[in-house]
């Protein structure tokens, strides 16, 4: 029989569990030629925030061991342009589209969220309160539960579709953060958001960033994107969606077996276009064989 590979975010319901990560899909158009986008369950946009950003200084790109380091910045056109150019192609998807919301201050993300209210046509928000390449805002809300209980509670207050805050692994404890998130009124968390690393030329005896240190993604950081939603999971009631490193079916069935309710693909795009789509075949073909009829019977498998 086939699995019935269906999950529930908030009021939401998605195709199945396998989701494109913010950053690292666009706005969905950009792979058009190479994927059939709509089989995905769900596009996660690259961030947006009120006012345009160029992003950060060259280069801003670095291969590493298992992985790659990056310091764009949150490069976007900002709200308005997204609303004039992007939104209409994203409004015809068939699969759910998460607008990734960033801001320097609380205001800066309500204002945001507030636009494409009154705009409409996507399906929830991912708010982003961990990216480690900007100078304000990202990290600093993203490590402080006071801050994320009160901007998700406002943020709650601003929309009835689904609200999903991003973590960061860097902080001590992701189960406190992911509890703040829930407290404001999440309807899940998703995580993780990258790792700050740094990469040093020694024959240059400098950075390679321009930045200096970056966000590190990739198979590299699946081990301890794992163990923060095996943490978040035990934390919270609301669905945990697992990203990080993930580029086979195995690598995402750890996700799921985590407790992870939905996966999301980023990385391993650069590599493989089709690559969420071969974790998509890779789960099913996987639950299929073991006669599980629902993602959330993987989860069950687990023993710890
Ligand atoms: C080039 C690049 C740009 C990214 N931009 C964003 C972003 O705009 N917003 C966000 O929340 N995460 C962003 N991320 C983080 C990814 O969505 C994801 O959380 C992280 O890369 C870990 O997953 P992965 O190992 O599968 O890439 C970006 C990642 C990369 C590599």
Redesign the pocket.
């Known amino acids: 029989m086939k699995p019935d590979l269906r999950v529930r975010i908030g009021g939401l319901e998605l195709a199945n569990p396998v989701g494109l ?4 899909f666009g706005y969905g158009s950009e792979y058009e030629d190479l994927v059939d986008v709509d089989r995905i369950g769900a596009l ?1 946009t ?2 947006v925030t009120i006012s345009p950003r160029p992003g950060n200084r060259p280069p801003r ?1 670095v291969e590493t061991p298992s ?2 380091l ?1 310091s ?1 910045g ?1 490069a ?1 056109p900002g709200i308005e342009a997204f609303i004039a150019e992007k939104l209409p192609a994203l409004r015809a998807r068939r699969c759910a589209v998460f607008v ?1 919301v ?1 801001g320097s201050t609380e205001e800066e993300y309500l204002e945001v969220v507030e636009r494409i209210e009154s705009a409409g046509g996507v399906d929830g928000y ?1 708010i ?1 309160v ?2 480690p390449n900007v100078r304000h805002g990202g990290l600093a809300f993203g490590t402080d539960p006071a801050q994320i209980e009160r901007l998700t509670r406002a943020l709650r207050d601003r929309t009835r579709r689904p609200l999903i805050v ?1 973590l960061t692994p860097n902080v001590t404890d992701i189960g406190s953060i992911a509890k703040a998130a829930e407290a404001g009124g999440a309807d899940a968390v ?1 995580c ?3 790792l700050v690393g740094m990469v040093i030329d020694p024959s240059k005896a400098r950075p390679v960033l321009a930045m200096g240190s970056g ?1 590190l ?3 590299a ?2 081990p301890v ?1 794992v163990a923060c939603c095996y943490k978040a999971a035990r934390a919270v009631r609301i669905p945990v969606i697992g ?5 086979r079916a195995e690598d995402a069935l750890q996700y799921l077996l985590a407790g992870a309710k939905a996966v ?5 795009t ?1 590599v493989d276009p089709r690559c969420a789509i071969s974790v998509l075949e890779g789960i099913a073909a996987w639950m299929e064989a073991r006669g599980l009829a629902r993602i959330d019977d993987i989860a069950a498998l687990l023993r710890d």
Do not use: D, H, W
Not at 21 to 24: E, I, K, L, M, R
Not at 243 to 247: C, F, S
Not at 264 to 268: E, S
């Open positions: 990560a913010s950053g690292t996660y690259k961030a790109i992985g790659m990056n764009i949150l976007n990734n960033a991912e982003n961990s990216c991003k998703s993780i958001n990258t966000g993604s990739g198979p950081i699946r994107g990203l990080g490193g993930i580029v999301q693909v980023g990385t391993g650069f």
